[in-house]
């Protein structure tokens, strides 16, 4: 297997598109990276804006009605003090103040004891029987504790100034948490003799304010300077609940540091976890716009625009996993229309690479084609279909050389073959003919040496004898040689 895989990729057309795919997914690479880097950037600054737009909005959203509720105090207020001395008229005022604006949920006008001769404690008390209710009640029945006891009396009556108190301790029966806007009443003689608290609902407060958000995950929160919920899309911690107390909140420390950061009047973002979630805070501290004669006393509210994650980078990273499969698909198709592309290209080369292989094994026969490319692989082609030409012919004359030289071979060995031949028959002929003149010569050799050791003593009979002998054997070798040598 690793041998096919090592021969699969060591094919030039794999190799070269490899290289061309793996530079393309770098500069790719690159390319998204930086563009992803400054759409994310671009997002959280977008978002930013949003948020801080947001903000702007509501803070303008909950100051108008906190300046309705202002006027609509100050309104009935200069008619109030007129009739100061009629203590049955303040049960109308309340009423038709309730009544002139739908936001406000009740209205108490509290003097303080024994201002009227004949009510020691003296309380008119207007308020609606349930959230949004047209239907009024009045009547110290929905007091649980003596006004004289409660936070916006005793505060108003301190200071003698106008100003709006915090959501705390709920004291009333039957409605919903508020809000109160506190104005001092004056006599004449400018001594504060009573207050008047105008009520605005939270929930509504909420419901209006939550209406317009950013993203469908994403909510508002106005918090009180101790960190009690004014504006929360849960309504059950508008009552009487608190940020700072909350037990996913100080479980998580991000999320606690986050939000006394913010309650500490400062305007900024930050992130926190929150049920394994991680959440973008944007807050800053909730200004009323200053208006001539208005009571511009510092609540030190914080607002806050609070997104998921997944508002802020969903889309982004839907966006990834869209260039992501997108770009994937291109690639493949890339690399699928450059190996065709590559192969087409290369197939010349691969046609001579063979072509180069079978000659280097011997077979010179095989034809390169022709080509009518003008580029660098038709020339090469073109060359090397030249020097195949050239090649075959050379091998051929050279094969052609070499049978001549093969058949020159063949009749030398065949002539010397004959030769050795002919070298054996002389050798035999000489041998026998040696033989055969042995005798006759040592005849002649004797009668020799006999006429030469005793020419004195040799009677002539015997010297004829020896003569006619050694011619005789002379005969015999003459004969010898002449019948061996005859020509045939």
Not at 41 to 60: I, Y
Not at 104 to 116: D, L, S
Not at 317 to 325: A, Q
Request: aromatic fraction near 8%; proline fraction near 5%.
């Amino acid at each position: 297997m690793q041998k096919i895989v090592k021969k699969i990729f060591s094919a030039p057309s794999i190799r070269l598109n490899t290289l061309v795919l793996l530079e393309i997914v770098t500069l790719l690479m690159v390319s998204l990276g930086g563009l992803l880097f400054f759409t994310r950037k671009v997002l959280v600054e977008e978002s930013k804006k949003d948020a801080e737009q947001c903000l702007e909005g509501t803070v303008q959203r909950v100051d108008n009605m906190l300046m309705s509720i202002e006027q609509t105090a100050g309104n009935f207020y200069y008619s109030l003090t007129e009739h100061l001395d009629e203590p049955e008229s303040m049960t109308t005022y309340c009423q038709r103040i309730v009544e002139c604006n739908p936001d406000i949920e009740g209205c108490a006008i509290a003097f303080k004891p024994n201002y009227y001769p004949e009510h020691e404690k003296f309380l008119a008390y207007v308020y609606r029987k349930s959230y949004n209710s047209p239907e009024l009640l009045s009547g110290e029945a929905g007091l649980r504790i003596p006004y004289t006891e409660q936070f916006w009396y005793t505060e108003t009556m301190k200071t003698c100034r106008p100003g709006w108190l915090d959501p705390g301790q709920n004291h009333v029966k039957n409605i919903e948490p508020v809000i109160t806007f506190c104005l001092p009443i004056h006599e004449r003689s400018g001594e504060c003799v009573g207050v008047v608290a105008i009520g605005l609902s939270i929930n509504l407060l909420s419901q209006i304010v939550l209406e317009n958000k950013p993203t469908i995950n994403s909510y508002c929160m106005l918090l009180g300077n101790d960190g009690s919920y004014i504006i929360h899309p849960d309504r059950k911690k508008l009552h009487g609940r608190n940020v700072l107390t909350e037990p996913e909140v100080t479980e998580s420390p991000t999320a606690l540091n986050a939000f006394k950061v913010m309650l500490g009047g400062h305007s900024g973002d930050m992130s926190f976890m929150l049920h394994d979630v991680k959440w973008y805070m944007f807050f800053k501290p909730f200004v009323r716009t200053d208006i001539p004669g208005r009571s511009m006393e510092a609540l030190n509210w914080s607002i806050a625009t609070i997104y998921p994650k997944t508002d802020i980078f969903g889309d982004f990273y839907d966006l990834v996993i869209h260039i992501v499969s997108i770009v994937l698909i291109a690639l493949l198709v890339f690399y699928m229309l450059c190996r065709i592309a590559i192969r087409r290209q290369l197939k010349p080369l691969i046609k001579l690479t063979e072509t180069a292989e079978l000659i280097a094994e011997g077979d010179y026969d095989e034809t390169i084609p022709n080509t009518t490319r003008d580029d660098e692989v038709g020339i090469f082609q073109k060359h090397f279909r030249i020097m195949q030409q050239a090649l075959e012919a050379d091998i051929k004359k050279q094969e052609e050389q070499q049978a001549t030289l093969q058949k020159h071979r063949e009749e030398l060995e065949k002539t010397y073959k004959q030769i050795q031949e002919d070298d054996k028959v002389k050798n035999t002929f000489l041998h026998n003919v040696t033989n055969r003149m042995i005798a006759p010569a040592e005849a002649i050799t004797d009668s020799v040496e006999n006429l030469c050791d005793h020419y004195q003593d040799i009677e002539l009979t015997e010297a004829d004898k020896e003569a006619n002998n050694i011619k005789k054997q002379s005969d015999t070798i003459l004969e010898l040689l002449s019948h061996k040598f005859k020509p045939s």
